[in-house]
C-alpha cells in the first residue's frame, strides 16, 4: 500500500504526555471536590440515538450534530423508500430515485439513525428517565466526558472537547445552588486560579422585563444584554430599540442592570424597584437566601445583566470568571433549570447544575503558570538506570526492581548503546525531565553501588539501592 | 414535542456509579503500573480520517468501521460526482445519477470522510509519525481510551468498549518484554486476580513450519492452532488436513505444541527439535533471555500453540488468563511488532505492546468478588447530615464545612422534610451505603453537637465536630 502522510482529522487534537497530565491535574482536582460533596460518576456512550438528540438543541444544535452513517448497506432503506411511491411524502425527498433530486437532511434520516453525544445534559436526562426506578433522589451526579459538535473549527474552538458537569435533579431547596457555589470556590482555590463567581436569577430577570415592559419580554431583554460584553450599552439599546422598546424603557432597565455597591446594597436597593413584580420579589427572595449562606469571603458577585444564553434557565444562574490574566472569558457556568426530563416522559423534575470549561481552564493555567512542576513533567519517571553493557544492564534490573516495590516510578534503558553511551542516555533522562540517573559501570557492579546523578544539580554520589530509595524519598 | 420512550443506542452502555468506581479502580491500578515502568500518557481524538483507519484492520475490520456523515450538504459531491462523466469510474458507482444504482460502499467514500477509532494502535502510529521530530525514542505511551466497532452485539461485546494499551516503540531490546510481562505481573497482582502468563514467539511459530512442512507456512498454522481451544486437536487436524498437510506432518506439529514440562525442559525439547530452523533457533534464544530476566515466582508459562490472530507481531507474543472463576477467557494481551508506522510513511520502527481487557476484568473481579469495600460504594460521602426544619439545617452548614476542609466528603440532605424527616433521610443514606448519618435537632442545636448514628451498628453517640472527624478518620 502507498505512504500516506497522516493528519488528524480537522477540529481535533491529540494530546500528548505533557498535555495529559496537565489536563488529569485540572480533571482530578475537579473531581475530588465533587466527591467531597456527595456527587456520584456517571459515564453515558459517545453514541446516542438521534431520536435522543434532535430537537434538544434548536434548529442550529441539530445542524451541528454529527451523524453517525448506519452500518451495512444503508442505502438499502433509502431506496426501498424511493422505490415506494404508496408512503406520504411530504416534506420527504422526491421519489424519482434520481439522487440529483435528494435534499442532504431529507436522505439523513434513511442512512443515519445514531450521533455523537454533543453535550452531557441531554444523555443525563434519558439515563435518569430509564433508571428512574433505581435512582434515589435527590440524584447528585458528575460527569466528564468529551463531546462533539460540527462547529467550524477556530482558535479555542474544537469539535471534540470535554465537559465536566455536576447537577442535582428531584430537589427543589436553594442549598443545592449553595453547594454548587462552594465547588466552584473550592475547585478553584485548589487550582489556584484567581476567579469571581457571579450570580443571577432568571426570576429577577422576569421581574426586570415585568417593570420595564412586560413580563413576556424576559427572553428579549435576557438575549440582548447576554451581549453587553460583546456590543457595549449602546449595541444592546439599538437592539432593544429594534424590538419596540422606548428610552424610558431602557432607561429603567439600564439603571437596574448598572446597580453599582455591594451585594447587599444593590440587592436591597433592587428590591425597592421591584416591589410591584411578585416573580422578581421572589428572585431576591432566592439571592438573598443563597448569598446569606455561602461561606464568608467566597468571592461572589451580583450580575443582573448576566443572563445566560440558554432559555431553559428558570432559577439563579451562575457564572465564573478567571479575574487575572488575558483570557477573562468564562470558566464555568451553570444555573437551576426546571422539567429536564420532561421530553423523555418524566416531568416536573428540578434540576441544578454547573459546568466546568476544560479548556479554557487550561489555557488559564498554562497562560499564569499555575501547573505545578511535578505536573510539567511528561514522564513520572525518578530514576533512569544507565548502562554500558549486557552484564551492567543486567546488573540494573534487581535495583529496578527493588525501587518500584518501594513505589518509586523508575526505568531501565532498554536497549544497549556502544557509541557514547552515557550520553545518549543522559539526553534521554533530560529530555524526559528525569531528576536521577543512576549509572553502572564495571566498578559500580563490583562494588554493589551506582553513580548517582542529581540531573539538575550534576551533583554525583556512589550509594546502594536503599540509600538511592532515601534520597528520592526519605520518608519512605 | 411529544414525549419519547428513549433508549440506548444498540450496543452501548451506561455506566451508573457504581460501575464507574469500579471501572475507575481498575484503570486507576493499571495506571498506576504504567507510570511506574515509565510510561507516559497519550489521548487521541474519537475521530479519525478515513484514510487514517481504512484498510489497516483488513477488509473485515473496514466493514466494522463507524462513518461519520459528513456536516452539511454531504449529498453534494456525490452528486457533483455524478453529474460529471468525464472522470475516471473504475470502480466508483455509476454515473446515471439514480439512486438504485447506488452502491453502499461506493457512496459512503462522497459522504464520509471521519470515522470512529477503531483501536488504539493506528492513532498512536499515525500520533508517532506526526510528532517523530518532537519525540524522545524510545518512546513508551499508554492510551487508555474507548473504541468503537459496527459488530453484531452480543453478551459480553459491544459497540464501545475500553483498550487499556501500552507500547515501546523505538527500541529493539528484549528487555522491554521484560518490562511489559512484569507490567501484567504487577497490576493482576495489585487487583488480587489470579493469573497466569501465557508467552510464545512468532519466530519460533516459523521454526516450527519450518521443520513440519515449510517457513512460509507459519500464518496457516498459527490460524489454525490459534483455535485450538474452541475447535479441539481433531478440529485444527481437519482444518490442517484440508490445507494439505499430511498425518507425518500433523504428528509432528502436535508433538511440539503439545510438549509438557517446566519451561526449561521444554525449551531444551524444542531445542534439539528445531535444530535445523535458523529462525526457530533465534526465537527459542529470545524466549531464553525473557526468561531468564523475569523475576522468580512470576506466573509466565511456555505455550507453542499461542498464535494470536493479528499476523502482524514478528516476535514475543503475551496472553494473560484468569486462572479461577468461571471466566477464565483471556484478559490480556500483546507481542512484538516490526514496522508499526510504515503505512504511514516512517520505516523500520519496532514495537512491543500489550493491552489490558477492561470489560474482562472487570466481569473476572466481579465474579471473584475482588472489589474492595471502598470500591463498591456508589458515593463517596462519609457522612450525611440530617435535619428537621430550615434552622437545624442551617447549623449543619457550618460542620459540613469543617468536614470537608478535613478531607472528609460529606453532604447535608437538601430538602427539608415535614413527614417523618429522619427516616426519610435515612432511607437515602442507607441507599447510598453512607455509614454515618449525623442528625441535627433542636436539643442537639442547643448543645453545639450531633447525634451521630453509624449506619451499620445502630451506634448513636451525642459528639460535637471535632469529636465526628476522629471518628470517621482516627489519624487527623
Redesign the interface.
Known sequence: ?A???????KG??????K???K??YILNSIESVF????F??????????L??LE?KYGDEGD??L????N??????D??EF??NTSIDTTNLPSST????D???KA??KF??E?G?RYDLTVPFA??V???RN?I?F?F??YQMQ?V?R?DRPQKGRY??FWQCDAD?VG???L??E??LI?IYA?AFSQLQIPYQIKLNNRKVLAGIAEVVKSVDEMNTIATAIDKLDKIGEAGVKAELTNCGYNDSELNTLFKIISLQGNNEVILQELESLLINSDIGSKGIEELQYVLR?I?NLTPVILDFSLARGLSYYTGCIIEVAATEGSLKSSIGGGGRYDNLT????LPNVSGVGISFGLDRIYDVMEELNLFPNTVNR????QV?FCHFDEAT??YC?PAL?VL?DA??????Y???IRKKPIAKQL??AN??NIPYAAIAGETEMQQYVFNVKNLQTGEQTLIGTEELIRLINPFI
Open positions: 500500500m505512504t500516506q502522510k497522516p493528519a488528524l482529522a481535533t487534537r491529540d494530546f500528548g504526555p498535555e495529559v497530565q489536563r488529569k466527591k467531597k460533596f456527595g456520584m460518576p456517571l459515564e453515558t456512550p459517545a453514541m446516542e440515538n431520536a435522543t430537537g445542524k451541528l454529527f451523524r453517525i452513517l452500518s451495512g448497506d444503508y442505502l438499502k433509502l431506496k424511493q422505490n430515485g434520481n439522487v440529483s435528494l435534499d442532504s436522505a439523513s442512512i443515519s445514531k455523537l434519558r439515563y428517565v430509564m433508571n433505581d434515589t435527590p447528585k451526579r468529551p462533539w460540527a469539535r471534540e442535582v430537589s427543589d431547596s442549598i443545592n449553595v453547594e462552594q473550592q449562606l461561606p420532561g421530553i423523555f416522559g511528561a514522564s513520572s519517571t533512569l544492564q543486567e534490573l526492581k518500584r513505589g518509586i516510578a523508575a526505568e531501565v532498554p536497549d544497549v539526553d534521554y529530555a524526559l
